[in-house]
């Protein structure tokens, strides 16, 4: 396990991957606290470290009526409590050069969303508050180009930086992990694998995402089974009325579970 990216996050002896979890988007503060509650529980209890994850606005939108967010500044405050309550890190996706700064008031993890990982602008900009980044590998770019993502993070004297795998396009309507690139990024810094996102089915003629949740598990156990050091899951008590992304994330319900294999698995392959 490799953690050393994230400063704030628990250090446990059980030599568990991490995660970061929690739902796509920050709908209330009601749902946050709920969910987060629920994580921390699973997570203290498996000894998997946590990095609460909740998206504080959504720009990245399918059509102009898809929900964007409840507001910049009470969705931050809400992962502020979030952290204050758990004491857990979180995390949040920017998009502009100004969120950075602002975000940087809030969380712990500053993530650059994967279709914007080659804006170096912004990247700089993530990099320059001192948070650690969490790069996005782009659906379109090869494992081995993340290592300039890296390089342009460590160019601003901060060593807190990871990639993250959220899938490569295959073909205009679906995704697919290539577990090679894995171990291709661990080499440039820690590497997570986005399990959700990675189901996704983008570009639908309706103009909302779809998703392969029923493969959500299939996905994880290979992650871990090839070393990963961390999981992305975003995960809902409702999936199907969530207001973004509703159709990949896990039902809360069967976290605990997974997260329950996949540990089995983590101590399996260490055993060895």
């Known amino acids: 396990m490799n953690i050393a990216a994230i400063p704030q996050i628990k250090h446990t002896e059980s030599g568990n991957f991490f995660l970061l979890a929690g739902p796509c988007a920050i709908e209330g503060e009601e749902m946050a606290l709920r969910i987060a509650e629920t994580l921390v529980g699973i997570s203290d209890k498996l000894e998997i470290p946590l990095v609460f994850k909740g998206s504080f606005k959504k720009a990245n939108r399918s059509r102009i009526d898809s929900f964007s967010g409840i507001g910049d500044e009470k969705a931050l405050k809400i992962l502020r409590k979030v952290s204050e309550t758990f004491l857990v890190p979180t ?88 577990f090679r690139g894995i171990p291709t990024m661990q080499q440039y810094a820690t590497t997570v694998l986005d399990v959700t996102h990675s189901l996704q089915q983008p570009n639908q003629t309706i103009g909302v995402t779809g998703g392969r949740p029923d493969m959500i598990e299939t996905i994880a156990r290979a992650g871990i089974s090839v070393g990963v050091d961390g999981l992305f899951i975003e995960t809902h008590f409702d999936p199907a009325n969530a207001k973004s992304d509703g159709a990949n994330m896990l039902h809360l319900d069967y976290f605990e579970g997974l997260m329950t294999r996949l540990v089995a698995i983590r101590k399996t392959i260490a055993s060895f």
């Open 91 to 178: 995390v949040t996706d920017i998009h502009t050069n100004e969120d950075a700064e602002r975000a940087a008031q809030y969380v712990d993890v500053l993530q650059i969303p994967a279709f914007l990982v080659r804006q170096t602008d912004l990247v700089v900009a993530a990099a320059n508050t001192g948070k650690t980044v969490n790069l996005k590998k782009g659906q379109f770019m090869s494992p081995e180009s993340m290592k300039h993502a890296v390089q342009k993070v460590l160019d601003c004297h901060n060593q807190n930086v990871m990639v993250t795998d959220r899938g490569t396009m295959f073909g205009y309507q679906d995704m697919v992990v290539d």
